[in-house]
């Protein structure tokens, strides 16, 4: 299924949309497998997001031109290793090119066999159960079938760069005192 618009505003340029659309954060999450051969595969995603609690399932995108989906794709099984705010160098190991990608990169297998990474914030293990063509982007669904807290801040990306989550105080409105009501006279 393509659910791809027909028609985009000629106003609505890439690097415009790219501009408005980086002002909002987004997680920055490892999708990771293994392989019959045992070669550990992976990518990084920024949309990736719960979907449904009951089932629980998950999902992420995906840029059609990425050369590492197509192997992840063929597993039907993934983690999705949550990234802290430590983490950056295993963002840039993992969104490389090429076979090194988890050259010095600690992990163990998680209950499904795929990696993962030490030190992620969590570890969310599913199946893949759908895949939407849309746009330039493959929508992934998974159905979660483990999860593991882990430590740390989840690593954020805003505006091309990359941030950590910094709580605000928000003060409690103030409360509000009734108005006489004038009297007729």
Not at 45 to 51: A, D
Request: hydrophobic share 40%.
């Amino acid at each position: 299924m393509d659910i791809t618009p027909t028609a985009v505003p000629a106003d609505i340029t890439p690097a415009y949309y790219r501009q408005i659309l980086g002002k909002l954060p987004t997680g920055v999450t490892a999708i990771t497998g293994i392989n019959d051969d045992e070669e550990k595969l992976g990518l990084v995603v920024g949309t990736f997001q719960s979907l449904s609690l009951e089932p629980p399932l998950v999902m992420f995108c995906v840029d059609k031109s990425s050369s590492s989906w197509p192997k992840l794709r063929k597993l039907q099984k993934f983690t999705a290793n949550i990234l802290s705010d430590d983490q950056i160098g295993i963002c840039r190991s993992l969104s490389r090119k090429g076979p090194l990608k988890f050259e010095g990169l600690p992990c163990t297998a998680g209950p499904l066999g795929t990696p993962h990474l030490h030190g992620a914030t969590a570890y969310i293990d599913c199946l893949v159960t759908a895949e939407v063509v849309v746009g330039d982007h493959y929508m992934v669904v998974g159905a979660v079938t483990n999860m593991e807290d882990g430590t740390g801040d989840a690593l954020l990306f805003r505006a091309g760069k990359f941030g950590q989550y910094q709580p605000v105080e928000i003060p409690a409105p103030a409360e509000t005192v009734p108005v006489a009501a004038e009297s007729a006279s």
